[in-house]
């Protein structure tokens, strides 16, 4: 009997477990389905959507090659999957699981609900680390290592004929319009960027991926092609190791910036498992004493400002106009865009979050809503990190050649005023800054400070370092909350940055 295979952020045919066990039991139908409600969320933007056209394109040409086709439907997922089931007569859905949005979520329980009724079989495979259902946090790294250093399922040579019509693709959704300077989808390109990263590009990754100008090369720029899945994790850290084999013992920076990249990807899956373990951590602070501490509604003006890159913060101006334009920032400019954002601005971090996710190509909703949380001071555990950005602006683009490319009023501004345009006597048709960097990030210190003396702030702290944080450090597990609240003193204690 016929199966059908979901295709969902897994656009590949090189290391699909699902694909490689539906076509074990029989034919098999791949199917994709565009959801025209998924694009009206505010998460999701026109860029996502035109990546995700390119990545359909060339999985499809993949598989004609092959001998079969890609069925995409527009419409309901429950209708879609209903009606080819009457098409078909498939009783076997073979999907991977999905760490998506609220959204996504709720769609997937109405998929497993309308399985159930029609007796159809679902099966859901994992395609990374991340691991759904009750799990033990202190095994997790352990349970990862061994499923990246798995085989990877080769891609099928061939596959059984599709007789099935498609659905034409609306050539936009998303609402905003694409971007210019994007990244382009499909497995070719998600191919070609490894192959230059692991030849040429990554040579400087570990030195050069915290500035903006030399990240944007020495980077992977495999982060959308990973949510999407063009190419698998799995892929990227087998083709990582047979290349940190053949660099072994060289001098030249190739082991340091290897294994730096390694270390990213394990990141990647960690950050997810929040994600799939805590849904709400897309609309909840993790840490609930923080729910209400910043206005509900952001001060409007602010959080336009921040958007166009004009808050008259010369760097971080430059680092919104530049995402806006390519769609991508290095991390280190995410995280300070992010923390003025939320820290100097005093937005909550929900508005910012869904500007962001919009603008990113890559937008990964566990990585997303982990990491904006993270920066904005919203877990109780991590460490508060106030990034100043005149001194990011100095440190990272110390010529000024990525603040003066992206706000070219500020081309006469000397280099020693660059970062301070309101320090400079010349005229500059620029705003002035929002706000006065060290005062609004000593109150910021301050208010975040106040709920962390709170009463029961620890007992919380508590319950999030149990289920969410990492087991790295060896005597990091806790067999008591006793054990856990002694771990968040100690991070009180140490953990605040001032970036001033
Ligand atoms: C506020 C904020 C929001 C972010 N949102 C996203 C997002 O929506 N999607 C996304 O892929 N990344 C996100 N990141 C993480 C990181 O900035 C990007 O993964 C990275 O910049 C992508 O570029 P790259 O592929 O060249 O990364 P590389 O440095 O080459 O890293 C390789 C891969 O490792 C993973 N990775 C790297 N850094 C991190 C990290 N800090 N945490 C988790 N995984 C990591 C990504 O999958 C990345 O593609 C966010 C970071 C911050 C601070």
Redesign the pocket.
């Known amino acids: 009997m016929v199966a059908l295979v979901w295709f969902k952020r897994d656009l590949r045919l090189g290391d699909h477990p699902a694909l490689a066990r539906a076509m074990a039991a029989g034919p098999v139908v791949p199917v994709c389905i565009v959801e025209p409600d998924y694009w009206r969320q505010g998460d999701v933007s026109g860029r996502h959507y035109a990546f995700l056209r390119e990545s359909l394109e060339s999985l499809r040409a993949d598989l004609r090659t092959r001998g079969s086709d890609l069925v995409l439907r527009v419409g309901d997922a429950v209708e879609v999957l209903d009606r080819l089931r009457h098409e078909t007569g498939a009783a076997e859905l073979f999907s991977h699981e999905e760490t998506g949005n609220a959204w996504t979520f709720a769609r997937d329980r109405r998929v497993a609900a309308w399985a159930r009724g029609q007796g159809v079989r679902w099966v859901e495979l994992p395609q990374c680390a991340v691991i759904r259902g009750p799990h033990d946090r202190d095994r997790w790294a352990a349970t990862r290592n061994r499923f990246v250093t798995g085989d990877v399922v080769p891609a099928p040579r061939a596959l059984p004929p599709v007789g099935l019509r498609s659905d034409p693709l609306p050539a936009r959704l998303g609402g905003e319009e694409d971007c210019p300077g994007r990244q382009t989808g499909g497995r070719g390109a998600a191919e070609a960027l490894l192959d230059s990263f692991l030849t040429r590009r990554g040579l400087t990754y570990r030195k050069a991926?915290s500035t903006p100008l030399d990240g944007a090369a020495a980077?992977?720029?495999?982060?959308p092609h990973?949510?999407l899945g063009t190419i698998s994790v799995r892929e990227v850290m087998q083709a990582t190791a047979a290349r940190q084999r053949a660099v072994r013992g060289t001098r030249d920076g190739w082991v340091g910036s290897l294994k730096s990249?390694q270390s990213?990807?394990a990141?990647?899956d960690h950050?997810m498992q929040k994600l799939e373990d805590e849904p709400e951590l897309e609309t909840r602070c993790l840490h609930r004493a923080y729910e209400g501490l910043r206005p509900a509604t952001p001060d409007r003006a602010r959080l336009e400002a921040w958007c166009k890159g004009e808050t008259g913060l010369p760097f971080v101006d430059a680092c919104m106009r530049s995402l806006r334009a390519t769609g991508?920032?290095?991390?280190r400019m995410?995280?300070m865009v992010?923390s003025v954002a939320s820290y100097h601005l005093w937005l909550d971090w929900r508005a910012t979050g869904l500007h962001?996710?919009r603008m990113?190509t890559?937008?990964?909703p566990g990585?997303?809503w982990s990491?904006?949380q993270m920066?904005s001071g919203t877990t109780g555990i991590n460490t508060l990190r106030i990034y100043n950005p005149v001194k990011q602006g100095r440190d990272q683009d110390p010529e000024g050649v990525f603040t003066r490319r992206w706000c070219p009023e500020l081309a006469d501004v000397p280099d020693m005023y660059l970062q301070e345009p309101w320090r400079w006597q010349g005229r500059v048709d620029y705003p002035p800054p929002l706000i006065d960097v060290a005062q609004a990030a000593r109150a910021a210190r301050e208010a975040i400070w106040a709920v962390r003396r709170e009463d029961g702030f620890r007992d919380e702290a508590a319950r999030v370092v149990r289920k969410h944080a990492s087991r790295k450090d060896p005597g990091r597990h806790f067999v008591n909350d006793r054990e856990a609240r002694a771990r968040t003193r100690g991070r009180d204690e140490r953990q605040l940055k001032l970036d001033l």
């Open positions: 991926m980077c992977s720029r495999l982060s990973l949510a990249f990213r990807l990141w990647r950050f991508w920032l290095n991390f995410r995280s992010m962001l996710a990113f890559d937008y990964e990585i997303h990491q904006v920066q």
